[in-house]
């Protein structure tokens, strides 16, 4: 069964760091690209970062680039979502999202999701 | 930024009706590179359709995607109780990927 794992959400203030992990297991992990999406709370969806299966392709939405970095460590099952400078419009529940795609973008369609995890960002 | 536009915001329908869900595309993108999710109150959103018509692994053939270019559709055709949820097109073939802004379907 096919499992992702949200984790380290929690209430930070503005101008600083969090850094999200997602445990995978369940298929192949290294054989996947793999996003993150948040979802405001009462908002809808919005994509944030992916990244191929061997971590060569990455790609982030405008409004974290710059500020957030994706990585992954295909040892471990692992994608991880750091995010700096964050601001109070970064609340959200982030989820991770397998693809079934090796890229970011054929086969990209989202086919699991974890639970999330929520970041909420006030002094 | 490719701008994803779905029409209802809310859809009032009774169980048995049948459900027509419209999604619209600022330009075109990628081989119609579109997917429909369902999503329910606490829970992750769910695949229903991927390709604009290729149903997911698991997913009754009540539920159908059609169209191409820029207009997209995805359709119930009788609606089931559990089928009341908000609904959401997202276009993976363009970056950055986009959501539309959802459509609700609740009970009449």
């Known amino acids: 069964e096919v499992q992702l794992v949200e984790s380290g959400g929690g209430l930070v203030q503005p101008g600083r760091s969090l850094r999200l992990s997602c445990a995978a297991s369940g298929f192949s992990f290294d054989d996947y690209a793999i996003h993150w999406v948040r979802q405001a709370p009462g908002k809808g969806l919005e994509w944030v970062s992916g990244?191929?299966?061997?971590?060569?392709?990455?790609d982030y939405g405008g409004s974290v680039k710059g500020r957030f970095t994706i990585s992954r460590d295909n040892a471990k099952n692992s994608l991880y979502l750091q995010m700096n400078s964050l601001r109070a419009e970064d609340t959200a529940f982030y989820y991770c999202a397998k693809t079934m795609g090796r890229g970011l973008y054929a086969g990209g369609y989202f086919d699991y999701w974890g639970q999330g995890t929520l970041v909420t960002v006030s002094s | 930024e490719i701008v994803l536009t779905q029409s209802p915001g809310t859809l009032s329908l009774s169980p048995g009706e049948r459900a027509t869900l419209s999604c619209r595309a600022s330009q075109s993108f990628t081989s119609n590179y579109l997917a429909w999710y369902q999503q329910k109150p606490g829970q992750a959103p769910r695949l229903l359709i991927y390709?604009?018509?290729s149903r997911a692994t698991g997913i009754p053939d009540r539920f159908s995607g059609s169209g191409s270019g820029t207009d997209f559709t995805l359709t119930i055709s009788r609606l089931e109780p559990e089928d009341f949820a908000v609904y959401y097109c997202?276009?993976?073939?363009?970056?950055?990927?986009?959501f539309g802004g959802g459509t609700k379907v609740e009970i009449k």
């Open positions: 990244i191929s299966w061997n971590s060569d392709n990455i």
């Open positions: 997202q276009q993976y073939g363009s970056s950055p990927r986009t």
């Open positions: 390709g604009a018509s």
